[in-house]
């Protein structure tokens, strides 16, 4: 027998052994498991009045795909980009304070969703967003670059649309976080969904206004979340 072929029947009888255990057949799980991370604000969390948000829908449209995934739903309510030094109304952990619990799951992709709140005007006289849009723009970039470094994959998401409850300056000034991100993507080649595009194109396909697909006027209610997770599990299966 070669020293080649020696080699060869060590490393066939080492992986035998392992898979003949349990430790053979938690790697395999862990090898073979897509992992996604879902990293937003109050749109991405859990909430009353919502049966399922998209990345619960996301998990069941894979399994029924026969896609062998976890998907964690690091949604936090409230939350912006940044941290509590930078906008301190929501007294929650932001996004970059909460974004190495992000890294350490070692995702394959990444969701990320957020604006609403790093848009949001809180004092209507001075009309200061509470995470400006040059500094939204530097976290999105710091998160894809951190990501990228383990190997990780980014879907940018778009924030959705306000509903008619809401005064126009402030879907205005949504917009500008929703043209930014749409920047963001593109600068750095990675996947965007643009549920702005998708939740006005979809009411207007459907006869509907986007109020049809908000909770409260401004989270998406369980139709819009289906349409989102629809729209998720086409870009990680074919990408």
């Not at 069941?60 to 062998?68: F, G, I, P």
């Not at 941290?83 to 350490?104: I, P, T, W, Y």
């Not at 009309?127 to 990501?147: A, G, H, Q, T, W």
Request: aromatic fraction near 10%.
């Amino acid at each position: 027998m070669s020293r080649r072929t020696q080699i060869a029947s060590y490393f066939t009888f080492v992986l035998l052994a392992l898979f003949s255990g349990g430790y053979g057949r938690a790697w395999a799980v862990e090898t073979d498991t897509l992992r996604i991370v879902a990293f937003g604000n109050s749109t991405t969390a859990t909430r009353r009045g919502v049966r399922q948000v998209y990345p619960e829908r996301l998990q069941h449209l894979l399994e029924k795909a026969r896609v062998q995934s976890t998907v964690f739903n690091a949604g936090t309510g409230g939350s912006h980009t940044g941290s509590l030094a930078d906008n301190d109304f929501h007294k929650v952990r932001h996004g970059r304070e909460r974004f190495g619990e992000v890294l350490a799951q070692q995702a394959d992709w990444v969701v990320i969703w957020f604006g609403i709140n790093d848009a949001w005007v809180d004092d209507e006289k001075h009309r200061k967003s509470r995470i400006p849009l040059e500094v939204y723009k530097r976290n999105l970039n710091y998160f894809i670059d951190e990501i990228r470094k383990q190997g990780g994959k980014v879907i940018l998401m778009t924030p959705n649309p306000l509903g008619s409850r809401y005064e126009t300056w402030r879907s205005r000034r949504l917009a500008r976080y929703r043209n930014a991100t749409i920047r963001v993507a593109a600068a750095n080649d990675v996947k965007l969904i643009d549920v702005w595009q998708l939740c006005t194109d979809y009411a207007h396909e459907n006869n509907l206004t986007n109020d049809d697909l908000l909770l409260d006027g401004m989270h998406p209610n369980d139709r819009a979340h289906e349409l989102i997770a629809k729209v998720l599990q086409d870009v990680i299966q074919t990408n």
